[in-house]
């Protein structure tokens, strides 16, 4: 049911940014407002009481975003409270900026090493990766593992490529067993 929820309200502020043509400044504004709602827990507590009246959810929505956020984005905010989903916002949002990503052709990547990687190796990767991949920009995470002995492990979207040594060994052993 959640996915649905993700999806459906998701999809209707994609395509409301695509007709507003203001993709970038929603995913901007999107992208703070995921921030803002991490770090305060309590608002989406507050939003998805179930004991809470959803005029009084509505009133706290109009006040803690009219002027703050696009009225596109309180409009959504209002909307997924009224239908008793605040507690999927975040997830909504973050589909949000799955969708935005995917029509940019931006592709997020994990990479994961034994030791932390020079910046020109972090530039060299980054290059790589977009030279072989259909996306234009690459968003990259790092991440050090040093039970990996050696190589890297990068993940992008359910694709893995695993070239570590610890792997290599791994596979090694079952062979030989």
């Known amino acids: 049911m959640a996915k649905q929820v993700d999806t459906t309200?998701?999809?209707a502020l994609f395509e409301l940014a695509i007709e507003e043509n203001k993709l970038?400044?929603?995913?901007?504004?999107?992208l703070a407002l995921i921030d803002v709602l991490k770090e305060n827990g309590e608002l989406i507590k507050l939003l998805s009481h179930p004991h809470i009246?959803?005029?009084?959810k509505k009133k706290v929505v109009s006040e803690?975003?009219?002027g703050k956020v696009s009225d596109s984005l309180t409009?959504?905010?209002?909307?997924?409270v009224d239908k008793d989903h605040a507690v999927n916002l975040i997830q909504v949002?973050?589909?949000?900026?799955?969708?935005?990503?995917k029509e940019k052709n931006i592709g997020v990547a994990a990479v994961t090493s034994a030791a932390p990687l020079s910046d020109e190796q972090k530039s060299s990767i980054e290059k790589r990766l977009i030279e072989t991949t259909a996306f234009n920009t690459m968003e990259t995470s790092y991440f050090?593992?040093?039970?990996?002995?050696?190589?890297?492990v990068i993940r992008i979207d359910d694709r893995v490529?695993?070239?570590?040594?610890?792997?290599?060994?791994?596979?090694?052993?079952k062979s030989l067993a």
Do not use: C, H, P, W
Request: glycine residues 8%; charged residues 30%.
């Open 53 to 56: 009246n959803k005029d009084e």
């Open 161 to 173: 490529v695993d070239s570590s040594i610890k792997t290599k060994i791994e596979n090694l052993a």
């Open 9 to 11: 309200y998701g999809n």
């Open 24 to 30: 970038d400044a929603l995913y901007d504004e999107v």
């Open 93 to 101: 949002l973050e589909y949000f900026i799955r969708l935005v990503k």
């Open 144 to 152: 050090v593992d040093s039970s990996l002995i050696g190589g890297l």
């Open 75 to 80: 409009g959504l905010i209002a909307m997924v």
């Open 64 to 66: 803690v975003f009219d």
